[in-house]
């Protein structure tokens, strides 16, 4: 137990955006030592989320995500960049960045059936289906991959920040047009709250049945004077 939690400290120490080997003593396992892998968490953020390359990308980088990592279709945002541009209008791009017109096309172009509907959001749980939808951040709009939804939080695939994990409450404020725009054509590829989405956006290292609002229904043991 010491070790794993020796080792855990070890790689929350390295620098965001750097990912290392080392080769290191564990205190207490006397002549042993053990090589680790270091991955830092902005690393993790953008293993399963394609990064956008432009200030009014977001709409090629977000498609491009849930093409390659929601359905098994390999797509770079490069790629679908040039093809949205070359389809679209093109000096609304460059001021406003796409739309869902121009990603439904794009989408349209490489076999896949998408449109946007006005539903809960709890009905992609129900379908297990991923969206990509528009949040309004601080007056920006932006689009990112739903990628799943549990516990009060919602996953989403941000071509900005990585993956992360948005509380349900803070989401639906930021959700303002409410439309959920989906692949409908391909429901058997569909990749929905996979636990390779979820390892950028771990829970707290409590059981999932405990209530994370508050700290009622944990006991600490009373101790005497000079026990700490």
């Given at each position: 137990?010491?070790?794993?939690?020796?080792?855990?400290?070890?790689?929350?120490?390295?620098?965001?955006?750097?990912?290392?080997?080392?080769?290191?003593?564990?205190?207490?396992?006397?002549?042993?030592?053990?090589?680790?892998?270091?991955?830092?968490?902005?690393?993790?953020?953008?293993?399963?989320?394609?990064?956008?390359?432009?200030?009014?990308?977001?709409?090629?980088?977000?498609?491009?995500?849930?093409?390659?990592?929601?359905y098994g279709y390999p797509v770079d945002e490069q790629w679908a960049f040039e093809q949205m541009y070359a389809r679209g209008?093109?000096?609304?791009?460059?001021?406003?960045?796409?739309?869902?017109?121009?990603?439904?096309?794009?989408?349209?172009?490489n076999g896949f059936v998408a449109d946007g509907f006005i539903v809960p959001l709890e009905k992609l749980q129900q379908e297990?289906?991923?969206?990509?939808?528009?949040?309004?951040?601080?007056?920006?709009?932006?689009?990112?991959?739903?990628?799943?939804?549990?516990?009060?939080?919602?996953?989403?695939?941000?071509?900005?920040?990585?993956?992360?994990?948005?509380?349900?409450?803070?989401?639906?404020?930021?959700?303002?047009?409410?439309?959920?725009?989906?692949?409908?054509?391909?429901?058997?590829?569909?990749?929905?709250?996979?636990?390779?989405?979820?390892?950028?956006?771990?829970?707290?290292?409590?059981?999932?049945?405990?209530?994370?609002?508050?700290?009622?229904?944990?006991?600490?043991?009373?101790?005497?004077?000079?026990?700490?």
């Open positions: 137990m010491k070790r794993r939690l020796f080792l855990a400290w070890m790689a929350a120490m390295l620098p965001v955006g750097a990912a290392a080997a080392a080769t290191m003593s564990v205190p207490g396992i006397q002549g042993n030592s053990y090589t680790i892998h270091l991955t830092s968490l902005k690393d993790v953020r953008f293993r399963n989320t394609i990064r956008q390359q432009y200030d009014f990308s977001c709409g090629s980088a977000a498609v491009a995500t849930l093409l390659t990592y929601q209008d093109q000096a609304k791009i460059r001021k406003e960045g796409f739309s869902l017109l121009d990603i439904k096309r794009f989408l349209q172009a297990h289906l991923p969206a990509i939808v528009l949040i309004n951040e601080k007056g920006y709009h932006h689009f990112v991959v739903i990628k799943g939804l549990a516990y009060g939080r919602v996953l989403v695939g941000d071509p900005a920040r990585g993956t992360r994990a948005i509380p349900l409450a803070r989401f639906q404020r930021e959700w303002t047009n409410r439309l959920l725009f989906v692949i409908h054509n391909r429901r058997a590829l569909a990749v929905f709250n996979s636990a390779g989405d979820w390892r950028a956006a771990p829970l707290a290292p409590l059981g999932s049945a405990v209530d994370r609002t508050g700290l009622g229904d944990i006991t600490l043991p009373k101790r005497g004077p000079g026990d700490i």
